[in-house]
């Protein structure tokens, strides 16, 4: 199968099939099997599925990895081919932002976007609000998934599209992970033989998280300090695992009491090297687990 290429609306309406259910992925490439995941299952949603590749400028700060950030649109089209999509939309930035970069920006609400990411990455959660809001508007599909990984911005697309009626349905998808537990990520690419084991710190400070409050555990802060603890721990046997960023405890829908009355997401970031990793963890039943492993 091979996936036909496209780098624009006008493009890609000649290929739309009329009447056809349109399962979109976006991504930034540098694809794995977590974005495999995420196409695989836009198979199961539409008839015609779409992928995005798209590195997007304005959700990068001006110190962070844009220029560096991993490319490679001949190995992910052959990856696209094989998981099944139709479409790769692989737009220019001056076709994404046709009045420049100080064009219209979408910010998100207080409640979902001035924290975790939002707090850490001034600009990044309204970059991303942005491009998802024209790539929507671009290829106007039934279905779009997104995955677990990017929880806060998973949550902050479902409330995006929801109040602006955009009229797309938003999927998603769990967080594919290494048989060691690291969650996989574009990112990871940069990462050093040694810093990869380190990596492993993310998803063992979660486990720890996730034992807490599958011993009955509900209060946040609690919570919190089991995978705090897990990362000093880890930090005893390891120097140079560096300070966590942030690991918080909340509600699914992102508010942040006292006690957990309803399922949580306990959520970190971690710089590991040259890579600034996120992950996280569902505190709900049937969550699956993550290795407790100890660094090497
Ligand atoms: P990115 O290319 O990193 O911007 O990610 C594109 C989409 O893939 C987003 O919806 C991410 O949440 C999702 N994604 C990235 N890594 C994973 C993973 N390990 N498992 C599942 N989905 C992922």
Redesign the pocket.
Known sequence: MTVRIVGTAREWATLRRPGARVAF???????????G??VRAARAHGDMVVAS?FVNPTQFGPTEDLARYPRDLEGDRAKLAAWGCDVLFHPTAEAMYRQGLEAFRIHPPAGLGDFWCGLARPGHLAGVCTVVAKLLGMVRPDVA???????Q??RIVEALVDDLCLGTRIVR?????EPDGV?????NTYLSPTDRIRARALSGALAAVLGCWRSGERDILALEAAGKQAWIRLQGKDPELGDLAYLEVRHQDLTRPALLTAPGVAAMAAQIGPARLIDNVLLEDHSPDLPLLELA
């Open positions: 992925v976006p991504t930034m490439g540098a694809l794995h099997e977590g974005h995941a995420l590749i998934l997104f995955g677990q990984k990017d929880f911005q998973w998808c769990p967080t594919i992970r969650a996989m990520s574009s990112r």
